[in-house]
């Protein structure tokens, strides 16, 4: 009874053994290198880019087995398919975009399915200014072309419209003025950046007109 006992217990441990010892059949699948092109930008997956027009896009792909689709989709949209039935793609096509920000993705499936996600922004405006100090306006009107204070020191700010956000501003304060039998101009330049959507840039003033000149620049220098 005690060696049947024994007996059982060693032939357990073999199979354990056996089972533990048992190779995996096959390979694991190699998953398709995907290549995007936005315009200039080789993007890599998760990456973004800026264009001002409708990009010419290239997809390309390179598997170890047969590619069955490749999809190429706009905010979730099909705008492309294909079929290779081999182990390379590569296709170039203009892509239209409205303006503003989207998200590009290419859908691969070979055995298994692979995605290559990008966002591309599309920014063909030029930013806008909605003053709100030392005057107002709406949102895309132009702002007065004169405006009287009764102080040297005063706030121009407003706030910004544009797809990709303004970078750095550059404001000119020109003040012409007589000194006995000559004129003279007395000139500053204020500049600043890192905006969050408005601005806030005091300007000290001379006596009698003074001219000021407000530049904007978007992240692609895009200019009002």
Same mark, same amino acid.
């Given at each position: 009874?005690?060696?049947?006992?024994?007996?059982?217990?060693?032939?357990?441990?073999?199979? *354990?053994? @056996? +089972?533990? /010892?048992? #190779?995996? &059949?096959?390979?694991?699948?190699?998953?398709?290198?995907?290549? !995007?092109?936005?315009?200039? *930008?080789? @993007? +890599?997956? /998760?990456? #973004?880019? &800026?264009?001002?027009?409708?990009?010419?896009?290239?997809?390309? !792909?390179?598997?170890?087995?047969?590619?069955?689709?490749?999809?190429?989709?706009?905010?979730?949209?099909?705008?492309?398919?294909?079929?290779?039935?081999?182990?390379?793609?590569?296709?170039?096509?203009?892509?239209?975009?409205?303006?503003?920000?989207?998200?590009?993705?290419?859908?691969?499936?070979?055995?298994?399915?692979?995605?290559?996600?990008?966002?591309?922004?599309?920014?063909?405006?030029?930013?806008?200014?909605?003053?709100?100090?030392?005057?107002?306006?709406?949102?895309?009107?132009?702002?007065?072309?004169?405006?009287?204070?009764?102080?040297?020191?005063?706030?121009?700010?407003?706030?910004?419209?544009?797809?990709?956000?303004?970078?750095?501003?550059?404001?000119?304060?020109?003040?012409?003025?007589?000194?006995?039998?000559?004129?003279?101009?007395?000139?500053?330049?204020?500049?600043?950046?890192?905006?969050?959507?408005?601005?806030?840039?005091?300007?000290?003033?001379?006596?009698?007109?003074?001219?000021?000149?407000?530049?904007?620049?978007?992240?692609?220098?895009?200019?009002?």
């Amino acid at each position: 009874m005690g060696s049947t006992a024994a007996r059982l217990v060693c032939s357990a441990l073999l199979v *354990a053994t @056996l +089972a533990a /010892g048992v #190779a995996p &059949t096959g390979t694991a699948a190699t998953p398709p290198e995907i290549t !995007v092109t936005v315009g200039a *930008a080789s @993007l +890599a997956d /998760g990456d #973004a880019t &800026t264009v001002e027009s409708n990009p010419t896009v290239d997809v390309g !792909v390179d598997a170890d087995r047969s590619i069955r689709v490749v999809s190429i989709r706009v905010d979730g949209t099909t705008v492309r398919r294909a079929t290779p039935n081999a182990t390379s793609f590569d296709e170039s096509f203009d892509l239209e975009l409205a303006s503003g920000e989207h998200t590009l993705t290419v859908v691969v499936k070979t055995d298994g399915v692979t995605t290559h996600e990008v966002t591309v922004t599309k920014d063909v405006e030029r930013p806008y200014v909605q003053y709100t100090a030392p005057f107002e306006t709406d949102q895309y009107a132009p702002p007065p072309e004169s405006v009287s204070v009764n102080r040297s020191r005063v706030v121009l700010a407003g706030n910004f419209t544009d797809v990709t956000g303004v970078a750095h501003l550059r404001i000119v304060r020109e003040t012409t003025f007589s000194v006995g039998a000559n004129t003279r101009t007395d000139r500053e330049i204020y500049t600043a950046s890192g905006f969050d959507g408005s601005f806030s840039q005091p300007l000290f003033l001379g006596v009698g007109r003074n001219n000021i000149t407000a530049k904007y620049y978007d992240r692609l220098a895009d200019i009002v």
